[in-house]
């Protein structure tokens, strides 16, 4: 998709939903997942929903997770527990999709929408199709936890277009794994191989060509068009990009400030700013871009100023109106 990796000086930025879904898992077996979020340098706002924070300390926090929790395989048992829809626009284009074959290359073409920083491929060959999975300059791709649980997600979503459990001809991933390997290869289906040069999944022909239970070549068009504009609006993914996606997130509740962004990023203020400035903008300018743009989106949605101006983070429309009609010119 032509895009690089955001990245600060704590490494490579990546967004990641599941946060509080682990967090009631760990308070179920009485475990706090404050402090676990803490000792992986990540902030309390994880635990409201989406956050988009350096890699390392992710997959740090879902280490310690899984340790709490004794789970060898934690991102096979995530995989099982998301619910339908989590991906949004990606996942019903996907579902849609008249074969497997045209669902596999929607994926490849709209994955920034699940998350900026992963690339999906999908190559033919005379006897099946393989989907593969890589994060550029990331030998071991997101990690093991992270990485199977990818795998499995989307193995379990076709499962589900289809019917019956995808039949596979094979799978593999980047990461090693010294223990439960053959467990690993016994839940999704087919032998698996460690330590290969990307995460992905092969099938046959036969199966590229099935018709999902969920086909609706309608429905999948109008998704297309939709995903287009999502993936248009995505641009780069640079940290300008990353920036305004965490600030869209928290616009409602009106916690917009650089410190607030910068601490939902797991980052210092004075570095936010460098690195936009090194981007050649800076934090007020990214901040009025965004909701000038969600502005605009919303009020072609037929939405009342007052409701608008609460969906921005102001306090009323005056406020909003001030800010972006008199802030835009000065």
């Known amino acids: 998709m032509g895009t690089r990796p955001a990245r600060t000086n704590n490494g490579i930025l990546f967004t990641f939903r599941m946060i509080p879904m682990i967090s009631a898992e760990l308070?179920?077996?009485?475990?706090?997942?404050?402090?676990?979020?803490?000792?992986?340098?990540?902030?309390?706002?994880?635990?409201?929903?989406?956050?988009?924070?350096?890699?390392?300390?992710?997959q740090q926090f879902i280490d310690l997770a899984a340790k709490a929790l004794e789970a060898e395989l934690f991102?096979?048992?995530?995989?099982?527990?998301?619910?339908?829809?989590?991906?949004?626009?990606?996942?019903?284009?996907?579902?849609?999709a008249p074969n497997v074959e045209t669902s596999l290359r929607a994926l490849c073409?709209?994955?920034a929408l699940i998350n900026p920083i992963g690339r999906?491929?999908?190559?033919?060959?005379?006897?099946?199709?393989?989907?593969?999975?890589?994060?550029?300059?990331?030998?071991?791709?997101?990690?093991?936890?992270?990485n199977e649980y990818s795998i499995a997600y989307l193995i379990r979503q076709f499962s589900a277009v289809l019917g019956e459990p995808l039949p596979l001809?094979?799978?593999?991933?980047?990461?090693?794994?010294?223990?439960?390997?053959?467990?690993?290869?016994?839940?999704?289906?087919?032998?698996?191989?460690?330590?290969?040069?990307?995460?992905?999944?092969?099938?046959s022909r036969e199966i590229l060509a099935r018709r999902p239970i969920t086909a609706d070549p309608a429905l999948h068009e109008f998704l297309l068009g939709q995903a287009r504009a999502q993936l248009g609006r995505i641009g780069p993914v640079d940290i300008v990009s990353q920036v305004a996606r965490v600030i869209e997130v928290r616009l409602p509740q009106g916690e917009v400030g650089a410190s607030d962004?910068?601490?939902?990023?797991?980052?210092?203020?004075?570095?936010?700013?460098?690195?936009?400035?090194?981007?050649?903008?800076?934090?007020?300018?990214?901040?009025?871009?965004?909701?000038?743009?969600?502005r605009a989106e919303l009020r072609q949605g037929g939405i009342a100023e007052g409701e608008i101006s609460r969906q921005l983070g102001f306090a009323d429309a005056r406020s909003m109106r001030r800010s972006l009609d008199e802030g835009a010119t000065d």
Not at 27 to 37: E, G, K
Not at 41 to 55: K, Y
Not at 77 to 96: K, M, N, Q, T, W
Request: glycine residues 8%; positive net charge.
């Open 27 to 58: 308070a179920r077996r009485s475990i706090d997942s404050q402090s676990l979020l803490a000792e992986a340098g990540l902030p309390g706002d994880a635990l409201r929903g989406e956050i988009t924070a350096p890699l390392a300390r992710i």
């Open 169 to 203: 001809t094979r799978a593999w991933f980047s990461h090693g794994r010294r223990d439960h390997a053959e467990t690993v290869a016994r839940r999704i289906g087919t032998s698996v191989r460690f330590q290969a040069a990307d995460c992905g999944f092969a099938v």
């Open 261 to 294: 962004i910068a601490r939902a990023m797991a980052t210092t203020v004075r570095s936010l700013q460098r690195h936009l400035a090194e981007a050649g903008t800076a934090y007020r300018d990214v901040l009025m871009h965004v909701r000038l743009r969600r």
């Open 109 to 111: 073409d709209f994955a």
């Open 75 to 96: 991102g096979l048992d995530l995989a099982e527990r998301i619910p339908p829809g989590a991906y949004g626009v990606a996942e019903f284009l996907v579902r849609s």
């Open 120 to 146: 999906f491929h999908f190559t033919l060959a005379a006897s099946e199709g393989e989907l593969h999975y890589t994060v550029p300059a990331q030998r071991d791709t997101l990690g093991v936890h992270l």
